[in-house]
């Protein structure tokens, strides 16, 4: 006779909130990046595989898009300030032994291995959130200035402003898509903390994160 499968020790991570957050902001970034990209390297006229999905101009979807993702951004610094306020405090917080985690850090992508530390975020993950909220917001930024303009010197400026946030922001959004993919044998698994309901293997989260995960499980431990 079969016995009855243990039940897997799961953690949540993020919320339903913020994994819908992500979801959007990375599926408008996705698209801006795309349709970016295609103008950028000069097949404006020839519709991309999207324009010709959505039935509009790649110029047209490229600001319709940027719009819904500046809206999407100032809704959720309103109604997520909480949420908000966590992200800056934690991605700013650098703490003594960082350097040894980076140092360890190629390795550990390989092996698993990785020094331990307290926080939230990893120490790696805290840089990539300060480089791609500052990328992305200088993209948004420099978006909304070019729809409103038409023309003169300010421009021009804003005009390789938001070509070199953009060549910027794409290396760093393919490094985040390679770690969160869960394609690298250190991450393995990572992506579920995001994606299927947001439930993560308690295992995966000791190895990534586990002063995060000692303070959870003190809080089921001990509620308020």
């Known amino acids: 006779m079969g016995g009855t499968r243990p039940k897997r020790d799961t953690v949540e991570r993020y919320t339903r909130p913020t994994r819908w957050f992500h979801a959007g902001v990375y599926a408008g970034v996705l698209v801006l990046l795309a349709t970016g990209w295609w103008l950028l390297l000069g097949h404006e006229g020839r519709p991309s595989l999207l324009a010709r999905l959505f039935h509009m101009p790649d110029t047209t979807l490229h600001k319709d898009v940027g719009w819904a993702l500046t809206a999407l951004v100032v809704l959720g ?46 120490p790696g993950q805290r840089v990539a959130n300060v480089l791609l909220a500052a990328g992305l917001l200088v993209l948004v930024g420099s978006g909304v200035g070019l729809v409103t303009l038409h023309g003169g010197p300010a421009f021009a400026v804003l005009a390789r402003v938001h070509k070199w946030a953009t060549y910027f922001s794409t290396v760093l959004i393919a490094g985040h898509v390679l770690v969160a993919s869960g394609i690298l044998p250190g991450y393995r698994g990572v992506w579920r903390s995001m994606h299927l309901g947001g439930r993560l293997d308690a295992r995966v989260a000791g190895r990534l994160w586990p002063g995060w995960l000692e303070r959870v499980r003190n809080d089921r431990r001990d509620p308020p």
């Open 77 to 122: 610094l309103v109604v997520g300030v909480r949420a908000v306020r966590t992200f800056v405090i934690e991605s700013l917080r650098f703490r003594r032994g960082d350097a040894r985690w980076f140092l360890r850090w190629p390795a550990a992508v390989v092996t698993g291995r990785f020094v331990r530390h307290g926080g939230h975020f990893d």
